[in-house]
């Protein structure tokens, strides 16, 4: 059986401790046959430094998942991160059979055209950030030109079989705290945009396209609203979303589309 891999997003180290993230995507997955876990790659730091970290990552899985063929799903920043690794590691990517962008920011933000590496240093100083600010380059990873280049000098392995979620709202199913950057992605590129990307920019080259999902950037896969209800009242309104149905979904096509 496979070992699905999940790769979070941008941030997510220096902020976790608050959400109190818990195993539920994990939890529920198992219920259901299929073995999962959570690579941590440094939140602020570059996609060629999570590439190295993903790698050890994956060296240093137990004997026992030695041999298991991997699924990588990368939420957000997660996704470049992943396809790095991709091109980067062939001997252990050899043992990738499907690679998921999952609200992956494929092509890139427009947002992070403007944004500082000093902005995103703060969130190295919330408390209880498990998140190092000497590994720079996040957000230049996340420019649509870095993001362009380096796929149009890297073809993808081709033994992968490669998946699409994209995350594309209506316009109410956007949090508050959401609708500024929303507004601003619409005037700078695309009205049909999920708060952080673009829908197109989520989608990796010629891979299949599982699902729109009418949720916004952070609903995909950050659970604020469970966590922080005074938070979700003010800010994140429409943070509601069956993640863990939606991994389970994913898994199963796979699984599907591989026995054909």
């Known amino acids: 059986e496979p070992l699905a891999v999940m790769v979070p997003g941008l941030g997510y180290t220096c ?27 440094n939140g602020i ?35 470049p991160d992943i ?28 947002l992070a055209e403007g944004a500082s590496d000093k902005l995103l240093g703060l969130l190295a100083i919330v408390p209880g950030a498990d998140c ?14 870095t993001r362009k280049q380096w796929m149009a000098e890297n073809p993808l392995p081709g033994h992968i079989r490669y998946y699409s979620v994209v995350s594309f709202p209506d316009p109410e199913r956007i949090s508050r705290v959401l609708e500024r950057s929303y507004r601003k992605l619409a005037k700078m590129k695309d009205a049909r945009n999920d708060s952080q990307l673009v ?4 989608v ?7 699902a729109f999902a009418n949720a916004d950037h952070w609903a995909m896969s950050v659970p604020i609203a469970r966590q922080h209800e005074i938070v979700e009242a003010l800010f994140a309104d429409e943070n509601e979303f069956p993640r863990e149905i939606m991994f389970e979904a994913i898994l199963r096509y796979i699984e599907e589309d591989r026995a054909h």
């Open 45 to 79: 730091a570059s996609s060629s430094h999570n590439a190295q970290q993903l790698a050890e990552f994956i060296e240093a899985l137990p004997a026992d998942q030695a041999e298991q063929p991997l699924i990588l799903l990368g939420y957000s920043k997660g996704a």
């Open 204 to 210: 990796v080259p010629n891979s299949t396209v599982l």
């Open 199 to 202: 829908f197109y920019d989520q």
């Open 132 to 145: 190092e600010n000497d590994e720079p380059g996040a957000l230049d990873s996340l420019r649509p030109a």
């Open 15 to 41: 902020v976790k401790s608050w959400l109190d993230h818990d195993q539920s995507t994990v939890d529920h997955l198992a219920t259901h046959g299929f073995e999962a876990m959570l690579a941590e790659v």
């Open 83 to 110: 396809l790095e690794f991709l091109v980067r590691f062939p001997a252990l990517a050899s043992r990738v059979m499907a690679m998921v962008s999952y609200a992956g920011a494929v092509g890139g933000s427009p």
